[in-house]
């Protein structure tokens, strides 16, 4: 597997002095950068059958001399055994945003599409100062550590729900029929239907607030699903059905069906 440190190129100082970046007085420039927080968003991240999805990362650092460059890449972890196989990657360079050189925010932009690997992601960074001192952080999954701060998150693809359906009339204590279909999004091939999946069904009666949990339903082999001999109407309300997502997909919840019980 490749060595996670990732090569930063510094800016020279004649540069940064010329940007008003200037070592402090009595600086020893002995000390690495110190890389404080690093936050990653939004999180999960959504993949869609069309454009990308941008991936906003703030890198806050202090250093005694000046930061000259700042170095992010997002990487998926490894899944089992594949320590061997290079991770599925993307990079970016940060601007500084709010501070100084020496104590600030620096913002990087990635943007991912339906062609990224999901799953769990991690950032990466690495950042030189103008004394060529280096600092980095992340994990080295094939060292089997990591180097604080690294924000974890969960890269996803879409789904949706489709033609979701509540048949009316409704006469009071006869069960409802309801059906509709869980769709996921494969990179190639576009949406197709999410099998063997369970979708959660919730009813708000007429003139509240609520949404009550009122059983599940499960997709088949093509993602439709229905059902005819499980909720009863009662009352007035509207039933909506929720898809609560994995590790991979994202969550989804339909639109709201109101039904009028005679």
Known sequence: ?????????????SVLVGAGLVMAPGASADEPPEIVSVDARPEPVGLYKAGSTQVT???????????ASVRVSLLAAPGPGDDDIPPDEEQGSASLVSGTAQD????????????????LWSTEVGVRDTAENGAFAGHAYDEGYSVPPVDDFYVKR??????????????????????GRLMRLDPGLGYVGYRNKTIHVFFRAAGTATWEARGTVSTGSRGYFSNSRTFRAWRDGAWRVQFNG????????????????R
């Open 1 to 13: 597997m490749r060595n996670l440190g990732i090569a930063v190129l510094a800016s020279t100082a």
């Open 57 to 67: 990362i703030d890198v806050h650092v202090t250093d005694d001399v000046a930061v």
């Open 104 to 119: 600030g925010t620096w913002r990087a932009t990635i943007f991912m599409d339906k062609r990224n690997s999901t799953g």
């Open 158 to 179: 879409n789904t949706i729900i489709r033609g979701f359906n509540v048949a009316e009339p409704a006469t009071r204590g006869s069960y409802i029929r309801m059906y």
């Open 246 to 261: 994995t590790s991979n997909y994202l969550a989804e919840t339909s639109r709201g069906d109101h039904v009028d019980v």
